[in-house]
């Protein structure tokens, strides 16, 4: 089945820091990714699209310049938060879009948990 | 924007009863997903559906994308410890990834 990891799985960090989160599609191709934000006991919010090649597509609301996203290649999409500050702690989860797979589900990380000191 | 409801919020069942629990949508979609995650975790698929109507079995997992488009239902029969978890329904509009909205979710816990 299609896999996809991330890196790291937990970070700390102090406030003001960045930090990179790393999503790479294993065995397939993925045109595009999805970066995810849940906070405890809610459901996944869509942050942002990745398309390889171009620039993210960012929910309203969602602060590009804080969340940088770059999707290098079909199977790598990262994450930066830029400046962290303790309120951007949080459980980050990507997901992938196979390239060949119809109709297109989306297979999902193992998540990144992020705590801002 | 789209919303979509997922009811009951929470359950607790005694271990070997069938659970049943439905998502709801003001919006149609094209295609119904389900998915589990457990603590700590991505979600996992459980069920997808793309077709009105179609009903899907995976092991002691049913689901059936509702034929007005606008709701699902997924069934667990026989539940064992394992299936503790928050189960979340997952609209798409289209079938290109986008548009893909999650429910609540429903936070199931089974008693031994």
């Known amino acids: 089945g299609a896999v996809v990891s991330q890196h790291p799985s937990r970070v700390i960090c102090k406030s003001g820091t960045s930090v990179k989160i790393e999503c790479r599609s294993l065995d397939f191709q993925a045109t595009t990714m999805f970066w995810y934000r849940q906070f405890p006991k809610k459901s996944l919010m869509l942050m942002a699209t990745s398309n390889e090649g171009s620039k993210a597509t960012y929910e309203q609301g969602v602060e590009k310049d804080k969340f940088l996203i770059n999707h290098a290649s079909l199977t790598l999409s990262t994450l930066t938060v830029t400046s962290a500050h303790p309120e951007d702690s949080s459980f980050y989860i990507c997901s992938a879009r196979d390239l060949v797979d119809i109709p297109y589900e989306q297979y999902f990380g193992p998540g990144t948990r992020l705590t801002v000191t | 924007g789209q919303q979509l409801n997922q009811s009951p919020q929470s359950m607790f069942i005694q271990e070997g009863e069938d659970v049943s629990m439905n998502c709801t949508s003001s919006?149609?979609?094209?295609?119904w997903l389900w998915y589990k995650q457990d603590p700590g975790e991505g979600p996992v698929l459980l069920i997808a559906l793309y077709k009105a109507g179609e009903l899907t079995s995976n092991g002691r997992l049913t689901a059936q994308f509702g034929i007005t488009r606008k709701d699902s239902f997924l069934n667990i029969s026989a539940s064992i410890p394992s299936d503790v978890g928050i189960y979340f329904c997952a609209g798409q509009r289209d079938n290109y990834g986008q548009n893909f909205v999650f429910g609540p979710g429903t936070r199931l816990s089974v008693l031994p």
């Open positions: 919006s149609i979609f094209n295609t």
